[in-house]
């Protein structure tokens, strides 16, 4: 897979500035699905493999130029593995600070003293007439008995990785993208796909 544009399949600034430092020293112009008009692509899938896949090979073929889909979302142990697959559709309105309440009072009410979670992603590079490749990474943690810190986004104020005494929210990007989900899920896909592609 050789490409000079990719299309990240998502509406979502946050994950867009994340990837965006990801890729930063590679000679590829990440453009977003807002930049070039592109519709959100409804997440009618059961797993974040499903989800990403659709979201990569529709806008694909929608704009003619290789895209990436990625899905990922927080899997709390003692709600059976929610939100999962919902977890953008968890919040309300799209409004992460109440979607962190509602889960804090969830696990609150299952009187448990699990507190474990992780965070998993799945990306999915798709060609435009082509076959497509999948990566996944997965970050393993526990949830923070209250929201703490403001960097990231999303969950990441409630989640504490394995090995560390803070959550996401207080680390700095770099510190997050080297240990993350989705950091992890991009060292697979840069080792593949963009490893001739680095800047000497």
């Known amino acids: 897979m050789k490409f000079a544009k990719l299309v990240v399949a998502s509406h979502n600034q946050g ?10 020293p590679y000679q590829v112009d990440v453009v977003s699905a807002d930049d070039l008009k592109l519709p959100d692509v409804e997440e009618t899938g059961k797993t974040f493999e499903e989800n ?14 290789y895209c990436l889909g990625d899905d990922s979302g927080l899997c709390v142990n003692c709600l059976d ?8 559709r968890y919040a309300p309105n799209r409004d992460f600070d109440k979607a962190m309440d509602m889960l804090l009072d969830e696990i609150k009410a ?17 060609k435009p007439n082509g076959r497509t490749k999948v990566f996944e990474g997965r970050v393993n943690g526990s949830i923070a008995e209250k929201k703490s810190g403001s960097n990231g986004f999303g969950y990441d104020p409630i989640f504490i990785p394995e090995g560390y005494s803070k959550s996401f929210a207080n680390f700095t990007n770099e510190e997050k993208n080297a240990i993350s989900h989705r950091g992890r899920a991009f060292q697979k896909m840069i080792a593949e796909i963009f490893k001739e592609k ?3």
């Open 15 to 24: 994950k867009i500035k994340e990837i965006k430092q990801m890729l930063a």
């Open 52 to 65: 990403a896949r659709l979201k990569a090979e529709t806008l694909a073929k929608m704009s003619g130029f």
């Open 81 to 88: 593995g929610k939100p999962g697959v919902y977890s953008a």
């Open 110 to 126: 299952t009187g448990s003293k699990d507190r474990s979670a992780y965070f998993s992603c799945v990306l999915a590079v798709a």
């Open 198 to 200: 680095k800047k000497s």
